[in-house]
């Protein structure tokens, strides 16, 4: 059974800095693509960032480009995801996910995490 961990999350003033990793276990994490989503309260969840299996393509949405790097070590069974120039509105419960083929991921049946808290203060 793949069980998926996320830690980093926490309160940060605006402008500062999180990493947020996902450590997974029970799946072979390499040939899986990993994804980061997000839901802040009253919204729909929304996808934040995915990265294939390799780590040789990433998808960003559009809010978090240049601020946001996602990143995985196939060797550690962990992914990140950098959170720099944090804004109040990034302010929600971030989920880690782990796809079922190299390429897609975020899907109602793929394997998500418990979900960490980011805050960010104005």
């Known amino acids: 059974q793949v069980h998926l961990v996320e830690s980093g999350g926490g309160v940060v003033q605006a402008g500062g800095s999180l990493r947020l990793s996902c450590v997974a276990s029970?799946?072979?994490?390499?040939?899986?693509?990993m994804g980061w989503y997000r839901q802040a309260p009253g919204k729909k969840r929304e996808r934040v960032a995915t990265?294939?299996?390799?780590?040789?393509?990433?998808i960003y949405n559009d809010a978090v480009k240049g601020r946001f790097t996602i990143s995985r070590e196939n060797g550690k069974n962990v992914a990140y995801l950098q959170m720099n120039s944090l804004k109040p509105e990034d302010t929600a419960v971030y989920y880690c996910?782990?796809?079922?083929?190299?390429?897609?991921?975020?899907?109602?049946?793929?394997?998500w995490g418990q979900g960490t808290q980011v805050t960010v203060s104005s």
């Open positions: 996910v782990e796809g079922k083929n190299r390429v897609v991921v975020g899907l109602e049946d793929d394997n």
């Open positions: 029970g799946s072979v994490f390499s040939v899986n693509a």
């Open positions: 990265i294939t299996s390799s780590g040789g393509s990433t």
